[in-house]
């Protein structure tokens, strides 16, 4: 899978060559692995072609770079996407006498399009946008797969054509206007998004799935080349089938979606859709790794159980991520990733689950397209319904029923909520056609309030009611399917899926759009789909042997998100501020006054309309950030409780930002309110997590004046913890190796138990009341001994961070949810914050003292370094698998040598004096620096222009010191060790199929060693 971007101009000057770069740099996200391009020019005055792609690597990884051409360089293509027949294609065409020079996907199209034109588009199976640039008829082709799986916008100004992956990238061009289509309002606000070939831009469209785009001297057709659906409707339904013809079909399409050279698992949610696929892919292999998420405290929208009940039946590795509400901290980002406002409030679950599994896999196999083949919507039983209700007058229902039902609390995360809002969404629009009936069941935003908001707006459905009569010859759900399948899936599921995914550089396949299942699934008559009132019985009986009631009985859920709980507590600022009076006034796209009942009427809990406020609010973050600004800018986008993100993914790359979670709530710190007399603070390991726990302490140290406060660390944290003008940072530091580092297995050692003694004596006399966990504890073999400190610590108030095993010696958790995106400093602070100290310094920070600093300025002078730049190296570490080769830190500082006369220090501790004056041999004018003491290290760290080191505690000395520091990491997670809030902080490092991994005790890993100078210089 991979970005794709490009141009196409008649005539005229060539465009800039930083254009198509620009462009391609937009979308390095969805391709991390690899970049190309390829212009041609056919003279001064055009036309001229320019096609990119940033590269996904999954399929033939040595050879499958793009763009890529035919045998004689006349056919060039840039591909988004996989051909699971591949294979057979290229049998097929070798037949015909062409000639291949990769196994990659990409070059069968090349050959199909010579061998076959336009109409190559009907052999491939798979999910693909893709552009082929063809010099003999000077042409541009374009194609996007049938049901509109990979995206494909494009754009046309008057000098040029351009397409992308993307509608972010084509803004690359000046000449394309950010502006927004009111034409298209009605529509996002009735159906959430904006069906194609329409946008919500004024002046970009989406190819239409299942069309191709044909550009030749200036002149632009498109055509649909797929029939979609109603050809697979067009006669009667089949005979009945059984389940085993159902499963077999069903197992093909696993099968051929497992087509890849690079891990790959599934998402799991525990419904019907997600069970059938894991079933088949355990099935055919061995113990597949599946991904869940869910949401913490939100009654009926955390369904991990029933995730776990199948991981566990069938037999998979399974991870889970569990959302927590300042999770919403990353609406600006994941809309960033959009491109358009989707009201989908699913977009975060999603986004979370994508960066999840992207951890351990790069292609995740999903469920999206079951419900729209076999039924799976309780829409689609709607008749039912009205036929129980038709029988009551109308005033009856508008005036008594429906006002009734309003007065039930407006929440949906118990049953009885859930059952009145349904009731409510298929009550109110009883009087309408069949047709708008069923599209207003679909609709996101209430009729009622959009009319309110939106006074002047069309007909939003005017182009899905003449979908119906395509189809009008089948049973009415067979039509709903088919509308849905045309309008619904592609406009929402498929396009938040490829979006959150790419987010991540996580390929997402769907093997329920398989074609073969789709024409399968039309022949399967209705009443095996919609059985009384159970919807996808076929699928249902299908997995009746295979897993326990609990699974196969539960009724349809989707991806539910508890927005009406976040809008009215960790949105609620945002909400007020972003929907003022003044600033829906300013914009003029809606009524001041409409949207002002709604987001009060939300607010006070007097009405459903959570989704309604949720839909809005993205309309308007989307427009802060694609409109109001070019998006280009890296000097971000700020709203008062958010931070928006900057920086795109690549490989090499240096990462930009996180966003910033909102801190938690602060609690009185004690049921007084008088605060803590005596505060013990635990943070176990190297100089990286000492330093990570300062800003808290100092943060502590100002809320508690008169507080005494005592830090539990080994003895190498605790020579970081020198007296400084503010004071002594603890009173009393407790400096204990065995209790607190090394294996699991210390705790059958007899240095163990005397330390434990030790402390234990102290905790007596020190007598906390308030113990404070900052380490990071996410197994029982982890916990263990934080555990027996903490409960032999006498405090009868335990806070820590809500992760792992925590919760049997912690009194007070808080969320942690997003503890692998955030600094450890980051997450330290909200322990102080929630404990009610106020946060002011955000970075770690060491000031050495002044004989210190007089010592590193002494070795400047003794090596006659004063007044040169210096840049310090830091090769070494306490773990070889995390060490940069020597050589390439040799060959580094030749370069910064010659280009910025930088000279080289290399620093590391005293037993490493030997090595580092060999490589310091290396070099003219280096030198090896062994500090006496951690302080002496700060110092001259503070002393030098630059520092650049493997991933260990010298790079977190000196972005404390604040030096410039250029981090190279391998092994481990960079998001949570980077000091990414911390200016002059950048991290380098190459991403590989098997990142993560913490393998601590071998040598130097791959991901290190193929890590080149240049991204690094």
């Keep these: ?51 990119a792609m940033r590269r996904l690597a999954i399929i033939d990884l040595q050879t499958g770079h793009q763009p890529l051409a035919n045998e004689d360089g006349s056919v060039w293509i840039v591909f988004n996407g996989e051909i699971y027949n591949h294979e057979a294609l290229r049998r097929d065409l070798e037949a015909r006498g062409h000639r291949f020079r990769t196994r990659s996907d990409t070059e069968a199209i090349v050959h199909a399009y010579e061998e076959y034109g336009s109409a190559c588009v009907s052999r491939l199976r798979g999910m693909f946008a893709f552009a082929i640039w063809d010099e003999r008829r000077q042409e541009l082709f374009v194609a996007r797969d049938p049901v509109g799986i990979k995206p494909l916008y494009w754009a046309q100004t008057a000098q040029r054509l351009l397409f992308a992956s993307e509608a972010k990238a084509l803004f690359r061009d000046p000449d394309v206007p950010r502006a927004v289509d009111r ?49 697979l409707l067009a006669g009667e339904a089949g005979p009945l089938v059984t389940p085993a013809q159902v499963w077999e079909v069903l197992r093909e399409s696993v099968d051929a979606h497992r087509i890849s050279d690079v891990p790959l698992g599934a998402f799991l949610s525990g419904g019907i859709d997600s069970t059938v696929i894991v079933a088949a892919l355990a099935e055919l292999e061995q113990r597949p790794r599946t991904f869940s998420i869910g949401f913490r405290g939100a009654g009926l929208y955390d369904e991990l159980e029933h995730a776990r009940t199948v991981a566990a039946q069938v037999g998979t590795e399974h991870e889970e ?93 118990t049953r009885l909520g859930e059952a009145v809002r349904l009731a409510e969404k298929f009550l109110a629009p009883l009087d309408l056609d069949r047709e708008r009936r069923y599209l207003a069941w679909n609709s996101g935003i209430d009729p009622v309030a959009r009319r309110r908001v939106l006074r002047d707006g069309g007909d939003p459905f005017a182009s899905y009611l003449a979908l119906f009569e395509r189809v009008r010859h089948r049973p009415f759900p067979d039509q709903a399917m088919y509308v849905d399948l045309r309008t619904y899936l592609p406009g929402d599921p498929l396009f938040l899926t490829d979006r ?82 003044a600033v829906v006034r300013e914009r003029g796209y809606f009524d001041p006054d409409g949207v002002a009942w709604l987001v009060d009427r939300q607010a ?73 007399r005596r505060i013990a603070c635990l943070r176990r390991g190297g100089l990286g ?43 009393e530091i407790v400096s204990l190796d065995c209790l607190y580092s090394g294996r699991h297995t210390a705790i059958f050692t007899p240095r163990f138990w005397r330390e434990l003694r030790e402390y234990v004596r102290w905790a007596r006399r020190f007598q906390p009341d308030l113990f404070v966990c900052m380490d990071q504890l996410y197994g029982w073999g982890e916990s263990l001994r934080p555990a027996l400190m903490a409960l032999l610590s006498g405090a009868r108030r335990r806070v820590g961070r809500a992760s792992g095993r925590t919760g049997w010696f912690l009194t007070e958790r808080i969320p942690d949810s997003r503890w692998r995106e955030r600094s450890p400093h980051q997450r330290n602070l909200d322990l102080a914050a929630y404990l009610g100290a106020p946060i002011e310094v955000l970075g770690p920070s060491l000031t050495p003292r002044a004989p210190a600093m007089a010592w590193a300025a002494a070795e400047r002078r003794r090596r ?77 760290l503070r002393e030098s222009t630059l520092v650049v080191g493997n991933d260990s505690g010298i790079v977190h000395m000196a972005v404390a010191v604040g030096t410039p520091v250029v981090a190279i990491f391998g092994p481990g997670e960079h998001q949570l060790w980077g000091y990414f809030d911390q200016p002059g902080y950048e991290l380098v490092r190459l991403e590989l199929p098997c990142w993560p991994c913490y393998r601590s005790r071998c040598g130097p890993e791959p991901c290190l060693a193929r890590l080149e100078v240049a991204p690094v210089l």
């Design 500 to 581: 959150m995914t790419m987010a991540h550089g996580l390929e997402a396949r769907v093997p329920f759009l398989d074609l073969p299942v789709m024409e399968f699934a039309a022949r399967v008559p209705l009443i095996q789909k919609l059985r009384g009132n159970v919807t996808k019985a076929i699928l249902r009986d299908l997995l009746r042997d295979r897993f326990p009631p609990s699974i196969w009985e539960r009724p349809k859920r989707g991806f539910g998100t508890p927005i009406d709980l976040w809008l009215r507590r960790e949105l609620a600022s945002l909400v007020k501020r972003l929907l003022s009076p």
């Design 1 to 51: 899978m991979c970005g794709i971007t490009g141009y196409v101009q008649r005539r005229g000057p060539a465009p800039p060559e930083s254009l198509l770069d620009r462009m391609n740099a937009s979308l390095v996200h969805r391709g991390p692995d690899d970049g190309g391009a390829y212009r041609w020019s056919a003279g001064p005055t055009g036309p001229h072609v320019g096609l």
């Design 689 to 731: 997590d000492t330093l990570s726990t300062l800003p808290a302490l100092r943060a502590l140290r100002r809320a508690y004046p008169e507080a005494r406060l005592g830090l539990l660390t080994d003895r190498i944290g605790a020579g970081l913890l020198w007296e400084t003008e503010e004071g002594a940072l603890a009173d």
């Design 864 to 940: 006659g370094w004063d007044g040169r730049p210096i840049v310090t190296m830091h090769p070494l570490g306490t773990r070889e698998s995390r060490h940069w080769p020597a050589g390439r830190f040799i060959e580094l500082a030749h370069a910064l040598r010659a280009r910025y006369g930088l000279v080289t220090a290399f620093i590391g501790a005293p037993a490493e004096a030997e090595v580092l004056a060999a490589l310091a041999r290396s070099l003219p004018d280096a030198g090896a620096i062994a500090p006496p003491s951690l302080e002496e290290a700060a110092a001259w």
């Design 321 to 413: 991520f569990v959302v927590d509400p300042d999770s919403v901290a990353l609406l600006p980002e994941i809309v960033r990733h959009l491109d358009e406002p989707l009201g989908d409030p699913s977009v975060i679950p999603n986004y979370l689950l994508a960066q999840l599994a992207r951890r351990y896999v790069t292609v995740a196999l999903a469920g999206t397209g079951g419900d729209e083949l076999f039924g799976g919507y309780r829409r689609y039983l709607g008749d039912q319904f009205v036929r129980r209700w038709r029988w009551l007058p109308g005033p009856v229902r508008r005036s008594v029923l429906l006002p009734l039902l309003r007065c039930f609390p407006c929440t949906d995360d």
């Design 604 to 676: 006070r809990g007097r009405g459903r309309f959570s989704q309604e406020v949720w839909t809005l609010l993205v309309f308007e973050i989307w427009h802060r950030i694609f409109i109001d600004r070019d998006y280009g800018s890296r000097s971000g986008l700020t709203f008062a409780d958010l931070d928006l993100p900057s920086g795109d993914r690549g490989v090499p790359r240096v990462l930009a930002p996180t966003p910033a979670a909102p801190p938690p709530t602060p609690t009185a710190p004690s049921a007084s309110g008088s605060g803590p």
């Design 183 to 231: 034409a298209a309002l009605p529509e996002y606000l009735a159906c959430l998004s904006v069906r194609a070939p329409r946008t919500l831009f004024a002046e970009i469209q989406q190819l239409p799935p299942g069309h191709w785009l044909r550009w030749r001297d200036g002149q632009i057709e498109t055509r649909e080349y797929w029939a979609g659906p109603e050809a």
